[in-house]
């Protein structure tokens, strides 16, 4: 059974960085990309970016390029999204997904961290 | 990037009825969509891929089509707990991008 554990609630300042980590289990890890996808309050999804659990091969999204950093640690079957110079509206929740056997869609969820920036 | 315009924003349905949803791209995704369902305080969860395959565990009464750039997700027969915010997602060309979503009500 396939599982996505996210770390818990964060409560950063503006300029800060936060790291959200995302603890894989019940399936060949390395197998399968993951995907960062954020929801600000009251607003829809918005793609972050995916990172290859296999060979660490990324690809973000043009707004966060140069304060978005995605890895995966093969050893603990953990992925992780660092984000930098934070900033009001990075307040959102925070969700890691797996990718679906066929396509980069994404078939199997963490529950989502919440992330809040303020000073 | 490509643009995802879903309509309507908000869909009131009694239970019982159909309900559809539209789903557009700025560009052609071939059959690179899929939908998602999000209810309040919960992470979306996947219902259709490649446009029209139901994901595992999901009923019937979810259908999706299309191609290119047109796409529909159907419910039939609407139960209770179908009321959520559907997503359509393209997957086809980086980056990966989510239309704005459609709010599913009842009427």
């Known amino acids: 059974q396939v599982h996505l554990v996210q770390s818990g609630v964060e409560v950063k300042k503006p300029g800060a960085s936060m790291t959200v980590s995302c603890k894989a289990s019940?399936?060949?890890?390395?197998?399968?990309?993951i995907t960062w996808v954020r929801q600000a309050p009251g607003q829809g999804l918005e793609w972050m970016g995916w990172?290859?659990?296999?060979?660490?091969?990324?690809n973000y999204a043009q707004k966060l390029q140069g304060r978005v950093t995605m890895t995966t640690d093969t050893s603990t079957t953990t992925a992780y999204m660092e984000l930098r110079s934070l900033r009001s509206d990075d307040t959102a929740v925070y969700y890691c997904?797996?990718?679906?056997?066929?396509?980069?869609?994404?078939?199997?969820w963490g529950k989502g961290t919440t992330v809040t920036v303020s000073s | 990037e490509i643009v995802m315009t879903q309509s309507p924003a908000t869909l009131s349905v009694s239970p019982g009825e159909r309900a559809t949803f539209s789903c557009r791209a700025s560009?052609?995704?071939?059959?690179?969509l899929a939908w998602y369902q999000q209810k309040p305080g919960q992470a979306p969860r996947l219902l259709i891929y490649?446009?029209?395959t139901r994901a595992t565990g999901i009923p019937a009464r979810f259908s999706g089509s299309g191609s290119g750039t047109e796409f529909t997700l159907t419910l039939s027969s609407l139960q209770s707990e179908d009321f959520a915010v559907y997503y359509c997602?393209?997957?086809?060309?980086?980056?990966?991008?989510f239309g704005q979503g459609t709010k599913l009500e009842i009427k």
């Open positions: 997904a797996r990718e679906g056997d066929y396509g980069d869609y994404n078939d199997y």
């Open positions: 019940g399936y060949t890890f390395t197998s399968y990309g």
């Open positions: 990172v290859s659990a296999y060979n660490g091969n990324t």
């Open positions: 560009q052609s995704v071939s059959n690179k």
């Open positions: 490649g446009a029209s």
């Open positions: 997602e393209q997957y086809d060309k980086w980056p990966y991008t």
